[in-house]
């Protein structure tokens, strides 16, 4: 529930173009142990709020940034350390052309701990929204060392789960999404 809850706020669009079903098919899920299967289905679930709380982070700090600078909001916005950061992963990433890319947008390159910093460069325009930067550095601090562990096959235990529920209401709830 409370993924749907957080890419319904974020503004999902739904593109079905496969069911579980065809999916599970093609990943030859019946290969696999019923319990590891269960755990690792049930910690996606989690990672969904992480991954839409990330978006919706992005496309928030974004839409600051643009309506501040324009079109020049990157050159202008983000410090040139992390310009060069989505450089270079952007370039390491078209080297393999047998795999999709992250997307077209330049923040979607960027990490978890970039969202804060940038913030930080552009308080004048994040103060209204974020009580202080160190709150959302803490913020993403907590939910990216919990999306770390789902990342990496982990499983975060009940309270974890509800910490991230909570950070991603609190987040939610300040900057209005």
């Not at 989690?46 to 700090?61: G, H, K, L, Q």
């Amino acid at each position: 529930m409370l993924a749907e809850e957080a890419l319904d706020t974020a503004g999902r669009v739904r593109r079905i173009d496969l069911d579980e079903t065809e999916v599970a098919e093609a990943l030859s899920f019946e290969l696999f142990d019923e319990d590891l299967l269960t755990q690792a289905r049930l910690m996606s679930t989690v990672y969904t709020a992480i991954a839409v709380f990330e978006m919706s982070v992005r496309r928030f700090v974004k839409k600051v940034l643009i309506d501040t600078y324009g079109e020049g909001w990157w050159e202008k916005g983000v410090s040139e350390k992390i310009r060069k950061f989505v450089d270079t992963r952007r370039t390491d990433e078209e080297k393999v052309k047998w795999h999709g890319v992250r997307g077209d947008d330049l923040l979607s390159y960027t990490e978890l701990g970039h969202l804060p910093q940038i913030m930080q460069q552009n308080w004048e325009c994040f103060e209204a929204y974020v009580p202080r930067v160190d709150w959302a550095t803490s913020l993403f601090s907590t939910l990216e060392r919990s999306r770390n562990v789902i990342m990496h096959s982990g499983s975060l235990a009940l309270p974890d789960v509800e910490r991230i529920g909570m950070h991603v209401r609190d987040w939610n709830k300040q900057v209005s999404l």
